[in-house]
């Protein structure tokens, strides 16, 4: 069974640094896509970055790109999301998600980002 | 940029009625859309891809159809369980995705 697990939210001030990550098990992560899609509070999804397998390519929406990073580390099976230069509009629940034949098959519970002086 | 717009934003309907949603693209995504439903406090599921194809473990009840710009999830018998909010999201423009703005799906 897909199990994805994020942490690392929380509260921080804007242009403040969070790291959040994602432990994945139950497939073997190294062979799919990943990706990180955001969520503001009574809000739509939004694509936030996709990486891929070997990290070799990585994607952005435009309103994060050179401030956030995704990556992983295939031997600890696990995704992050290096987030630096926060906004009040970058408050939202992170999902992670493995990419399945271009979709989000399997996503986690999700990690709360507050951006707030 | 590929604008996804769904509608209507909320569609109010009885259980055991059929809910038509509805996701337009500012240009053309082929078959390359997915639908995915969210109830509140949870995280997104799969529901349906290459625009009529459902995921793994989803009911007959629920079929997309449509390609190019205009799509359709259709719930044929609501159960109590399927009200929720319902993104379509297209990945034609892989490896970037666009998700529409959502479809509130409630109890008339």
């Known amino acids: 069974e897909v199990q994805l697990v994020e942490s690392g939210g929380g509260l921080v001030q804007p242009g403040e640094s969070l790291r959040l990550s994602c432990a994945a098990s139950?497939?073997?992560?190294?062979?799919?896509?990943m990706t990180w899609v955001r969520q503001a509070p009574g809000k739509g999804l939004e694509w936030v970055a996709n990486i891929k397998q070997d990290g070799s390519e990585k994607y952005y929406v435009d309103s994060v790109k050179g401030r956030f990073t995704i990556s992983r580390d295939n031997a600890k099976n696990s995704l992050y999301l290096q987030m630096n230069s926060l906004r009040a509009e970058d408050t939202a629940v992170y999902y992670c998600?493995?990419?399945?034949?271009?979709?989000?098959?399997?996503w986690g519970q999700g990690t709360l980002v507050t951006v707030s002086s | 940029e590929i604008v996804m717009t769904q509608s209507p934003a909320t569609l109010s309907v009885s259980p055991g009625e059929r809910a038509t949603l509805s996701c337009r693209a500012s240009?053309?995504?082929?078959?390359?859309l997915a639908w995915y439903q969210q109830k509140p406090g949870q995280a997104p599921r799969l529901l349906i891809y290459?625009?009529?194809t459902r995921a793994t473990g989803i009911p007959a009840r629920f079929s997309g159809s449509g390609s190019g710009t205009d799509f359709t999830l259709t719930i044929s018998s609501l159960q109590s369980e399927d009200f929720a909010v319902y993104y379509c999201?297209?990945?034609?423009?892989?490896?970037?995705?666009?998700f529409g703005q959502g479809t509130k799906v409630e109890i008339k």
């Open positions: 240009q053309s995504v082929s078959s390359n």
């Open positions: 998600a493995r990419v399945d034949g271009r979709a989000g098959v399997g």
């Open positions: 290459g625009a009529s």
């Open positions: 999201q297209q990945y034609n423009n892989w490896p970037l995705w666009t």
């Open positions: 139950g497939f073997t992560f190294s062979s799919y896509w």
